[in-house]
């Protein structure tokens, strides 16, 4: 069964802090990885990657793949209160998108 | 990405009853999602929208509790039917762009409460 997990679950930091975020894979089929931000009820898109080893970046935040140890990162420098969301990862394979539990990040100021 | 509305943001209903959310973009799309996100949960996916055709449901749902509707390539309705307390969750369309299931793009939601 395809399974997405991430980690941590929660997390709690300063404004000011850079965090990363982490999640693994076991998908069949695999197409895509995707990362979403989820302030209220609609996840926005963040991020899509298909290749190991090209960072994507948007401003404070950037990811990275590595399909042969199946894992993501997401990065977020100089962490805003406004960062405050939780993350999903999600991964494409045979026709739909298997999406993890997410991470709950809070940034204090 | 896509403009999509969904209405109603929100509803509170009784147990037994059914509620109706309807999807609408603001361009054509093929593929369109019906998700369900439980409280505390990750999003779940209940079933591809298929325009023309039945609906292609995941394992756990069936058609009789979430029937869907797909009459054009803008538009879909999921039912929640026969509500219970346990359906209390949020319910999200999404639709895929350029022709993979990938790159998917999110209603605003539907909270759904059932007391």
């Known amino acids: 069964e395809d399974k997405v997990v991430q980690s941590p679950l929660s997390l709690v930091v300063h404004e000011g802090d850079t965090v990363t975020l982490n999640c693994s894979y076991e998908?069949?089929?695999?197409?895509?990885l995707l990362w979403y931000k989820q302030e209220k009820k609609a996840p926005t898109f963040l991020f899509m990657l298909?290749?190991?080893?090209i960072e994507k970046k948007s401003g404070r935040l950037s990811s990275i793949l590595d399909k042969k140890e199946l894992f993501s990162i997401l990065n977020i420098t100089a962490t805003q209160t406004g960062d405050s969301a939780i993350y999903l990862c999600?991964?494409?394979?045979?026709?739909?998108?298997?999406f993890g539990q997410g991470t709950r990040l809070t940034i204090n100021p | 990405s896509a403009v999509i509305s969904q209405k109603p943001s929100r509803d509170i209903c009784q147990r037994g009853t059914s509620l109706t959310i309807q999807c609408q973009v603001d361009?054509?799309?093929?593929?369109m999602f019906w998700y369900r996100q439980q409280p505390g949960q990750s999003l779940t996916l209940i079933a591809t929208?298929?325009?023309?055709?039945?609906?292609?449901?995941e394992s756990g749902f069936v058609i009789d509790k979430f029937p869907i509707s797909r009459p054009n390539l803008t538009f879909s309705t999921l039912t929640v039917s026969n509500m219970s307390p346990e359906d209390s969750s949020i319910y999200l369309c999404?639709?895929?762009?350029?022709?993979?299931?990938?790159?998917?793009?999110f209603g605003p939601g539907t909270r759904l409460t059932v007391l």
């Open positions: 929208a298929n325009q023309g055709s039945e609906a292609t449901y």
């Open positions: 999404s639709v895929g762009r350029g022709g993979t299931p990938d790159t998917q793009y």
């Open positions: 361009s054509q799309v093929t593929m």
């Open positions: 298909t290749s190991s080893g």
């Open positions: 999600a991964v494409g394979g045979a026709q739909k998108l298997v």
């Open positions: 998908v069949t089929n695999f197409r895509s």
